[in-house]
């Protein structure tokens, strides 16, 4: 039973415009929840973390919301730049085991 | 430092064939995991291991093995490849307790069994 979900798998934002990536979970049970980034033929990096005791963290232009309530994450990318284009992941770890969502994969349009 | 290395980058195998798909890390790194990343879907989690010693099943361990006899290295085994192994496979490590656990991925190794 996949334990974090992401719904969309393609966004499409113009440069310049915020993005909004979001991320489902049903185990509440972990610590923190982490997002990555991947561009093709390569492997994944990580991009933000957001603690389970914190409802939001943010780093330059990426801020990550935690909604625990509703058991929800989303991530934020203001301004979008071309460069943001890549597959972004979500995922929890417990005890050096991780669980990844689906992907979503952005494009930002010049 | 070089980070977390894996070896091939590429491999076709026939079916039934076995092989070793290496990864390496020089970061001290206490855990280490494998994944695979089929089409359109996220990372699954094939094996992992939280020190030398000892190791794990993730959740698609079957035709695979794994062994960590020091904390660098942690190869993969395939027992005898079938075409369902297809796949793009990751190593990651990461640190152990220090908070939110960022993991550190490999290029990946791109197989394709016939």
């Known amino acids: 039973d996949q334990q974090v979900k992401q719904n969309s798998p393609s966004l499409s934002v113009q440069e310049g415009r915020i993005s909004i990536l979001n991320c489902d979970y049903t185990n509440s049970m972990f610590d923190y929840f982490l997002w990555y980034k991947k561009y093709p033929a390569e492997g994944p990096t990580f991009l933000i973390s957001?603690?389970?005791?914190?409802d939001k963290n943010e780093d330059g232009r990426f801020t990550v919301f935690l909604n625990k309530s509703a058991k929800h994450l989303s991530l934020h990318i203001v301004p979008s730049q071309p460069g943001d284009s890549a597959v972004y992941f979500c995922s929890n770890t417990n005890a050096g085991k991780s669980t990844f969502g689906d992907g979503t994969t952005l494009t930002v349009k010049p | 430092n070089a980070g977390v290395t894996q070896t091939p980058k590429f491999q076709v195998l026939k079916t039934g064939q076995s092989m070793t798909l290496q990864c390496a890390q020089d970061m001290n790194h206490e855990y280490m995991s494998w994944y695979r990343q089929d089409p359109g879907m996220g990372l699954r989690l094939i094996h992992y291991?939280?020190?030398?010693?000892?190791?794990d099943q993730g959740e698609v361990p079957n035709g695979y093995n794994v062994s960590r006899s020091t904390t660098e290295d942690f190869p993969l085994r395939l027992l005898s490849a079938a075409p369902s192994q297809t796949s793009v496979y990751f190593c990651a490590s990461s640190f152990r307790d220090r908070g939110y656990n960022e993991q550190f991925f490999g290029p990946g190794t791109r197989l394709t069994v016939l």
């Open positions: 291991s939280v020190g030398a010693g000892i190791t």
């Open positions: 957001i603690s389970s005791i914190k």
